[in-house]
T-cell receptor, first 107, second 120 residues
């Protein structure tokens, strides 16, 4: 089973700052890594698929990068509406697995 | 716009059967994997299993003996049953869609989730 380790667990950020979240896989998964945003009482929303491909309708400030075992989600110029929990997910092999999540708070 | 709406009992006693259903609105029902995922309180997300429109299934090995996922293509619905539940099955349960991308699949849409509590 591929274990995904996210860091940090929590980040408090002022608007317009840049946020960087990392996800490390326990083995190489190519580019089969996806990023989601989840706000309280809402369904998770896909932001980035296959490490760096933006999903339809996602603001351009959300960027993904990486391959193999190390991946990064960057939120450029954070906006108040970006307060949420972000998590990574790998689809390289079954069982599908997920990172523990990073909660982003707006200062 | 794809929407997944789920329903089912939210409070169960130990040894009962958890039963949830998920209806898909918007888009085709074929050529996707229909997936169940859960999140216990204070813990991370856990993949339970999935089914395609032909009835082909994949299950997490540790849950396989207790889980059944089925599909009703005439209603664009799929369902989850977990037998002999315990407190460890207490979680928010999500249904989701996996879409093909080349030779792989990724989750693009999720439901809002249903909280299921197992308590005597």
């Amino acid at each position: 089973e591929v274990v995904l380790t996210q860091s940090p667990d929590f980040q408090s950020v002022t608007p317009k700052e840049k946020v960087t979240i990392t996800c490390r896989a326990s083995q190489s998964i190519g580019a089969d890594l996806h990023w989601y945003q989840q706000k309280p009482h809402q369904s998770p929303k896909l932001l980035i698929k296959y490490a760096s491909q933006s999903f339809s309708g996602v603001p351009s400030r959300f960027r993904g990068s990486g391959s193999g075992t190390d991946f990064t989600l960057t939120i450029n110029s954070l906006e108040a509406e970006d307060a949420a929990t972000y998590f990574c997910h790998q689809s390289n092999s079954l069982p599908l697995t997920f990172g523990g999540g990073t909660k982003v708070e707006i200062k | 716009q794809v929407q997944l709406q789920q329903w089912g009992a939210g409070l169960l006693k130990p040894s009962e059967t958890l039963s949830l259903s998920c209806a898909v609105y918007g888009g085709s029902f074929s050529d996707y994997y229909w997936t169940w995922i859960r999140q216990p309180p204070g813990k991370g997300l856990e993949w339970i299993g999935e089914i395609n429109h032909n009835g082909g299934t994949n299950y997490k090995s540790s849950l396989k003996s207790r889980v059944t996922i089925s599909v009703d293509t005439s209603k664009n619905q799929f369902s989850l049953k977990v037998n002999s539940v315990t407190a460890a099955d207490t979680a928010v349960y999500y249904c989701a869609r996996r879409t093909r991308h080349g030779s792989g699949w990724y989750i693009d849409y999720w439901s809002q989730g249903t909280r299921v509590t197992v308590s005597s």
